[in-house]
């Protein structure tokens, strides 16, 4: 993989795809990810190709979305699963990122009917990441300083700086960053704040931290 400091810096969410399908080998190397995923995670994500069907609504077109043929389904069995399927989604969006493909996190947008079949009775479905051949790299957009999301300063150690940082990047729920991470020691406490998919964007997060820290699940409090 290319560096995924660097795949984090340069990702933003994309909308708009092209109508073509994806190759067969990617598709398959995306299979196996998500294979991958969901027996490190417990969950159940799905990937789903080439269906027109998943984001054809009218709040599909509100949320500007086109061509979104490719998603996956962050699911599993058992309750308060958001704060992994956000970690184990972002994962894999890195994963999509590698293979030059586009993203976006949605939480609402999508054809809930259309969705719903690939949901089995006893799983939750928490959240959809399209998915594609993206027709732009979407848009930058405005970010909180360090010092809004943590009591970071300049005697912090520098892996905290630089998980912060890199924290900064992760994608939240209409762009918020409503998060806080708290250094306590040589640990880290972090906690979501009030807002739309508070818990799925503290495990984007809590994933982009240890990535830029250098640091794995035992940093957390």
Same mark, same amino acid.
């Given at each position: 993989m290319v560096d995924i400091l660097e795949l984090m810096h340069k990702r933003h969410s994309v909308r708009k795809y092209l109508d073509e399908e994806i190759d067969v080998s990617v598709k398959k190397i995306i299979e196996e990810k998500v294979d991958e995923v969901n027996r490190e995670s417990n969950l159940n994500i799905k990937?789903?190709? /080439?269906?027109?069907? @998943?984001?054809?609504?009218?709040?599909? =077109? #509100? @949320? =500007?979305?086109?061509?979104? $043929?490719?998603?996956?389904?962050? +699911? @599993?069995?058992? $309750? /308060?699963?958001?704060?992994?399927?956000? &970690? &184990? @989604?972002? %994962?894999?969006?890195?994963?999509?990122?590698?293979? /030059?493909?586009?993203?976006?996190?949605?939480?609402?947008? &999508? $054809? %809930? +009917?259309?969705?719903? %079949? #690939?949901?089995?009775?006893?799983?939750n479905l928490v959240i959809v990441i399209a998915f594609g051949i993206p027709a732009n790299w979407g848009y930058n957009r405005k970010s909180k300083l360090p010092k809004q999301v943590s009591n970071v300063s300049e005697d912090s150690p520098q892996w905290f700086k630089d998980g912060v940082n890199c924290a900064l990047n992760a994608p939240t729920a209409i762009n918020q960053q409503k998060f806080m991470l708290t250094l306590v020691d040589d640990k880290v406490k972090a906690k979501a704040r009030f807002a739309p998919s508070a818990k799925v964007d503290l495990g984007i997060v809590k994933y982009h931290f240890e990535v830029g820290s250098g640091k794995d699940h035992s940093i957390w409090i």
């Open positions: 990937a789903v190709f /080439d269906d027109k069907e @998943g984001f054809n609504s009218r709040l599909a =077109k #509100y @949320g =500007k979305f086109e061509n979104v $043929n490719n998603f996956l389904i962050m +699911k @599993g069995v058992g $309750n /308060d699963l958001s704060e992994t399927c956000g &970690y &184990y @989604g972002e %994962k894999l969006v890195m994963e999509l990122m590698n293979l /030059d493909l586009g993203s976006c996190w949605v939480a609402l947008t &999508y $054809n %809930k +009917k259309n969705i719903r %079949k #690939y949901i089995e009775p006893n799983e």
